[in-house]
């Protein structure tokens, strides 16, 4: 089984950054698409960002794009996600999602199989 557990969420200001991570237990780490996701009080579960195995193809939501960074070392089995300039609007618990069963960094929630329990990202005004 695979077990994902998320670090690194806080508060901060807007216009600040915090980076999370994401450790996951599984030996074939390395063979898996990796996905971030985001549910803020009240709305549904979004996706954020995802990366391949290799690292080399990596998507991002339209408004997340230019401010977040997916990025992955599969030595270490843990994926990452820088988020610069954050906004109040980022506000939201953050999901670690693994695809290990067929890596192909997709955009939905029902394309991961393994999901942390989450990181809260708080964004002052």
Same mark, same amino acid.
Do not use: H
């Given at each position: 089984?695979?077990?994902?557990? !998320?670090?690194?969420?806080? *508060? ?5 950054? *915090? =980076? ?6 599984? $030996? ?7 996905? %971030?996701?985001? +549910?803020?009080?009240?709305? !549904?579960?979004?996706? /954020?960002? &995802? ?7 990596? @998507? @991002?939501?339209?408004? /997340?794009?230019? $401010?977040?960074?997916?990025? =992955? ?7 990452? *996600? +820088?988020?610069? =300039? ?17 890596? $192909? &960094?997709?955009?939905? $929630?029902?394309?991961?199989?393994? %999901?942390?329990?989450?990181? +809260? ?5």
């Amino acid at each position: 089984q695979v077990q994902l557990v !998320e670090s690194g969420g806080g *508060l901060v200001q807007a216009g600040g950054s *915090l =980076r999370l991570a994401c450790a996951a237990s599984a $030996r074939t780490f390395s063979s898996y698409a990796m996905g %971030w996701f985001r +549910q803020a009080p009240g709305k !549904e579960r979004e996706f /954020v960002a &995802a990366i391949r195995w290799s690292g080399g193809n990596t @998507y @991002y939501a339209d408004s /997340v794009k230019g $401010r977040f960074t997916i990025s =992955r070392d599969n030595a270490k089995n843990t994926v990452y *996600l +820088q988020m610069n =300039r954050l906004k109040p609007e980022d506000t939201a618990v953050y999901y670690c999602a693994a695809d290990s069963l067929l890596g $192909r &960094a997709g955009t939905t $929630r029902l394309e991961y199989d393994y %999901w942390g329990q989450g990181t +809260q990202v708080t964004v002052s005004s």
